[in-house]
């Protein structure tokens, strides 16, 4: 797993799940170059290992749908949804056939296409963050 952030002071990382080296290390470059912490996957079984990691704050995985691993990128995305629920995860693909499948498979289907478009990417955090940073403050008040 290659990572930009120590796990001790990692808070909100974004990880990146793509066994294609230069698409993840596009989008995580640029990520890191618009200030977000990010934490580099090659298989979804890396990417396990950083969401249980209690070290790091995890906020979302974004996920290559054919991700290689012992879980696919579907698999990936339920398991962190069943275990994991305050972490978003978006899957990402290419191909029409996946994304029917996701569709009728998942709750939402990918929201991003590859290669990615990087400043949707960043539009789409930024948003999620706007989201649960306004749900937080609704919580808070007494």
């Known amino acids: 797993m ?73 698999e990936l995305a339920t398991w962190i949804r069943g275990n994991h629920s305050e972490v978003d995860v978006k899957l990402a693909g290419n191909l029409t056939g996946i994304v029917n499948t996701a569709t009728d498979l998942c709750e939402e289907s990918p929201h991003f296409a590859r290669p990615y478009e990087p400043q949707a990417v960043v539009d789409y955090i930024k948003q999620l963050r706007a989201t649960r940073d306004r749900t937080a403050r609704s919580f808070s008040r007494p």
């Open 2 to 74: 290659t990572e930009s952030i120590s796990p001790t002071t990692a808070t909100g990382a974004v990880v990146i799940v793509d066994g294609d080296i230069l698409s993840r290390h596009a989008i995580a470059d640029y990520l890191r170059h618009c200030g977000y912490d990010v934490v580099e996957a090659a298989s979804t079984d890396e990417a396990v290992i950083a969401v249980k990691d209690p070290s790091f704050a995890v906020d979302i995985v974004l996920c290559d749908i054919q991700a290689v691993g012992t879980r696919s990128g579907f």
